[in-house]
């Protein structure tokens, strides 16, 4: 399942506080922390954007990983 991408001034995002549970629980272990963007969109600061193409990256990844094997960000 996919989290609806935002899109702001060609900035194309998903926020992690919209991510689904079962993503949110693997994200802080599997998800490499320095491609966490910030964009401000009409005054207001989102510190919780991932860029889209990250994210399906991500997503592919962790799809493809065998689920009993132990998850690691340097996977």
Not at 16 to 29: R, V
Not at 40 to 58: G, S
Request: glycine fraction near 2%.
């Amino acid at each position: 399942m996919r989290t609806p991408v935002e899109d702001y001034k060609g900035i194309r995002f998903v926020r992690i506080s919209s991510l689904p549970k079962e993503q949110k629980a693997i994200f802080w272990s599997t998800f490499e922390q320095d491609k966490i963007i910030k964009v401000l969109r009409n005054q207001e600061l989102l510190v919780d954007c991932i860029p889209y193409a990250d994210y399906t990256a991500w997503i592919e990844k962790i799809k493809a990983r065998p689920s009993n094997r132990p998850v690691s960000a340097a996977a």
